[in-house]
């Protein structure tokens, strides 16, 4: 980024930080707020760019608790696959996961999402950037994109982390 673009864009970071803080203090429940985007993969590292890739071709993977391969997968094992994928180790389970990674506020393309209740982590899904999250759903289901624009997610949002670069 050149010097020429950073002081309007910091601007316009600061004004949509602010903005969000404000929606947030207004709600009861926890809104999933993500960082603005510009394009599907604005500003994403390699890594990023690879951990996305892998989620992205896991799609149709058929869950199976514990999985961690293209045979099949959890949630967790997903995580753990994909980041795996893009030379970052990861923690196995959801709440370790939850609880080791580096958090974030504004989640960006290729961070993690957590979710659950009180403060254990039960499930996680990688934020595909648009407000679609990628994630394995549970038993008898596939690997799936969804949007996160519903109550279900957001009533459950624990927080989000930022492994990757």
């Not at 603005?36 to 993977?61: C, D, F, K, N, Y």
């Not at 391969?69 to 709440?95: K, N, Q």
């Not at 969804?146 to 957001?154: A, M, R, S, T």
Request: net charge neutral.
């Amino acid at each position: 980024m050149t010097s020429a673009y950073a002081s309007p864009l910091t601007g316009l970071l600061r004004l949509c930080s602010v903005m969000g803080l404000l929606l947030l203090a207004g709600c009861a429940g926890k809104e999933i707020v993500t960082a603005p985007e510009t394009g599907p993969q604005a500003g994403v590292s390699m890594e990023r760019a690879l951990i996305l890739s892998h989620a992205q071709q896991a799609i149709g993977t058929p869950y199976r608790f514990g999985g961690n391969s293209p045979d099949g997968l959890d949630c967790s094992g997903l995580v753990e696959m994909t980041y795996r994928a893009a030379g970052i180790r990861v923690p196995r389970t959801t709440d370790e996961q939850f609880r080791a990674l580096p958090s974030t506020d504004t989640p960006r393309p290729g961070d993690l999402l957590f979710f659950g209740s009180g403060s254990k982590a039960t499930h996680v899904g990688i934020y595909r950037g648009s407000r679609q999250m990628i994630h394995a759903p549970g038993s008898g289901r596939a690997v799936v994109s969804v949007p996160l624009d519903i109550d279900y997610w957001e009533q459950r949002f624990l927080g989000a982390a930022a492994p990757a670069p």
